[in-house]
């Protein structure tokens, strides 16, 4: 199709799902995932490697990793706790002067402390962005306990030993991916390319870090194929193809919304709260049309991190090995970028989506559209010293920077927190 760059054009569209690259997982994980980059960041560490370390928070090993709401304290979060009057106001006190839009919720869990929960407009929908990959990665977890439901090592030997080779499913994806060969040392950031291959482990930690669109409906396809060969999976090339270009579009769209929404659906996320309904590239949406829109609130988002504490996302195995993928270990941006931030562990998964049109004298640009500017983070925060929040925070604020916003407000979040 010839692009037109014309006057005659009302609205110049830039709708986007961007991110740069930000790595997960911890940089020991290699040899328990294969997650090839991994090793990468661990040479760099060690100084074998050159290139830029990690900040101080993005160091814990695998073995520090851990769940914080398991057992009756976590129990006691079946349902939200109520506003913290303290909390509550000096929340508010960050808004007077800010965005209508901004919607959010705040949960102090630290050890030792009563919990402290705050909102605004909490129940309010926007568009998720890539934190919707996250709908995909509990639904990943769900069919890989439905193929082995008493044996969590079989579900991380098929992630290492499953390898997908990339072709239709990817088109198209601006999305860099970290490419590493740990025997040459080779090393780029660059979109997915046809006949590229990695292991399930990987294409979920692209999907989850690099969040990039290939691997989230890569993924995403993955899951559908688990759902729809049970043990028989995983088919042939021939076998596949076959079952997405026979199966009823229907039925496709069935199966796709049923394995990332009803993960949800199973925590209390109600579909009000959340919904997945699309594929993250062209292909995807072409090979399984769906409708009803995909939206999120701030209350869905923190109920999928408390169940992800409490080990209740699909099961203690699934919630810690998704919290492990969104551990941050390189480069932290938008609201995991703060300063604040730095010594801690953060868990993180944004997303953002913007729209321009022309507008005398002003310049449309990343993260600052004039007609949408959907910004959202999600995070959870551990420090040294033990203090422990989660944070949901969403928002259309239009003509600003939003990821400078959302690391703004991370800043100012984390002083209200720190005071006791």
């Known amino acids: 199709m010839k692009k037109k760059h014309t006057l005659s054009y009302l609205f110049l569209l830039l709708f986007c799902f961007f991110c740069v690259s930000l790595f997960g997982y911890p940089i020991d994980g290699y040899d328990l995932t294969g997650i090839r980059r991994l090793e990468r960041l661990r040479l760099i560490v060690q100084g074998t490697l050159s290139g830029t370390k990690p900040v101080a928070g993005a160091l814990r090993p695998t073995a520090d990793i851990r769940l914080n709401l398991t057992g009756p304290r976590g129990d006691s979060l079946a349902l939200f706790p109520p506003i913290d009057p303290v909390l509550q106001r000096e929340i508010d006190a960050l808004f007077p002067n800010r965005h209508e839009s901004y919607s959010l919720a705040v949960l102090d869990i630290t050890p030792g402390r009563k919990f ?108 559908m194929l688990m759902r729809a060969f049970a043990q028989n999976y995983p088919p042939t090339v021939e076998q596949e193809r076959e079952f997405f270009d026979k199966t009823p579009k229907s039925e496709l769209c069935r199966i796709a ?37 995909s939206f999120g609130t701030p209350l869905g988002l923190m109920k999928y991190l408390i169940a992800l504490e ?29 300063p604040a931030l730095t010594n801690a562990a953060v868990y993180f998964k944004s997303g953002s989506q913007y729209r321009c049109k022309p507008e005398p004298d002003f310049k449309c640009g990343k993260y600052m559209g004039n007609v949408e500017n959907y910004m959202n983070s999600v995070a959870i925060v551990e420090h040294p010293d033990g203090r422990t929040y989660m944070v949901t925070l969403m928002s259309n604020v239009l003509k600003k920077n939003s990821a400078v916003e959302h690391q703004t407000l991370a800043t100012f979040i984390d002083r209200i927190l720190a005071k006791k």
């Not at 306990?145 to 992630?159: S, V």
């Not at 998704?322 to 270990?329: A, E, Q, S």
């Open 116 to 223: 402290r929960f705050a909102t605004r407009q909490a129940d309010r929908p926007f568009p998720p962005g890539s934190v919707g990959k996250l709908a995909i990665a509990a639904g990943l977890f769900t069919e890989l306990k439905n193929l082995f439901p008493y044996d969590p090592e079989r579900r991380r030997q098929l992630l290492r030993e499953r390898r997908v080779v990339a072709d239709r499913w990817i088109h198209v994806d601006s999305h860099e991916i970290p490419v590493f060969d740990p025997e040459t040392k080779a090393y780029r950031n660059r979109p997915a390319q046809d006949g590229d291959v990695f292991s399930l482990y990987e294409w979920t930690d692209h999907t989850l870090s690099a969040s990039a669109n290939s691997a989230a409906s890569v993924v995403w396809k993955e899951a």
């Open 257 to 293: 919304l049923s394995v990332v929404n009803d993960p949800l659906r199973a925590v209390s996320i109600e579909q009000n709260e959340w919904q997945l309904a699309s594929f993250f590239t062209g292909t995807g949406k072409k090979l399984v049309p769906c409708s009803g829109g």
């Open 310 to 338: 409490r080990g209740k996302l699909v099961d203690e195995w699934s919630s810690l090995e998704i919290k492990r993928l969104m551990y941050m270990t390189a480069r932290r941006i938008r609201y995991a970028s703060s």
